[in-house]
């Protein structure tokens, strides 16, 4: 299985703050990675698709870029609705395997 | 809209079989794939597997062959994922979501059920 190495873990960031997250696979996954955003007691909520779509809906302050193994995503001026948990998606490679997640919080 | 609407929590005993149900509406059921995940405290998010709509076909993380099974009602548009043999480390909420391997992605999820299992 692919290993998914997500980091932090935590992240305090202030309202109008930009935050990256990052992603380093265990092995090349061809753009084949998404972000999900997880509210308590929420089902995660899809964000970003192939490393980079921002799905329809979705606020511009999303963003996702990298290539082979190193992958990131980054939330530009960090509004309170923001304040949740975010996992990285592996599914180039079966069976998909997620990151263990980054939780964002309010300095 | 697209809803994935997942039946209750269930509490059971060790030993014993649940089985959760994933209704889908807002779209042509068969065109999508449904995936199943696991989500514990300790564990994160686990990929169970998927099952395809239309012809019933699975796939199954290999961690989680013999302990779940995939099937489908496409007259009901339902899904539903049996957990046997249950222990306490299969405690967990369950997730199902719209797929469609190997490309695209799980792009809505159902709200989640929560399956405790203890004496």
């Known amino acids: 299985d692919i290993q998914m190495t997500q980091s932090p873990p935590s992240l305090s960031a202030s309202l109008g703050d930009k935050v990256t997250i990052t992603c380093q696979t265990s092995q090349n996954i061809n753009k084949y990675i998404a972000w999900y955003q997880q509210k308590p007691g929420k089902a995660p909520r899809l964000l970003i698709g192939?490393?980079?779509r921002l799905v329809s809906g979705i606020p511009s302050r999303f963003s996702g870029s990298g290539s082979g193994r190193d992958y990131s995503f980054s939330i530009s001026n960090v509004e309170s609705e923001d304040i949740a948990s975010y996992y990285c998606l592996q599914y180039d490679n079966s069976p998909n395997t997620f990151g263990a997640g980054t939780k964002l919080e309010l300095k | 809209q697209v809803q994935l609407q997942q039946s209750g929590a269930e509490l059971a005993k060790p030993g014993s079989s649940v089985k959760i149900s994933c209704k889908a509406s807002g779209y042509t059921f068969t065109s999508y794939y449904i995936s199943w995940i696991k989500q514990t405290t300790g564990q994160g998010l686990e990929y169970i597997g998927y099952i395809n709509t239309g012809s019933g076909g699975t796939n199954y993380n290999e961690k989680f062959k013999g302990k779940a099974t995939l099937t489908v009602d496409k007259s009901s548009s339902t899904a539903f994922m049996q957990l046997s043999s249950l222990t306490p480390d299969d405690s967990a909420v369950y997730y199902c979501?719209?797929?469609?391997?190997?490309?695209?992605?799980?792009?809505?999820w159902g709200q989640g059920a929560s399956v405790t299992v203890s004496s």
């Open positions: 979501a719209r797929d469609l391997p190997p490309y695209d992605v799980m792009d809505a």
């Open positions: 192939f490393t980079s």
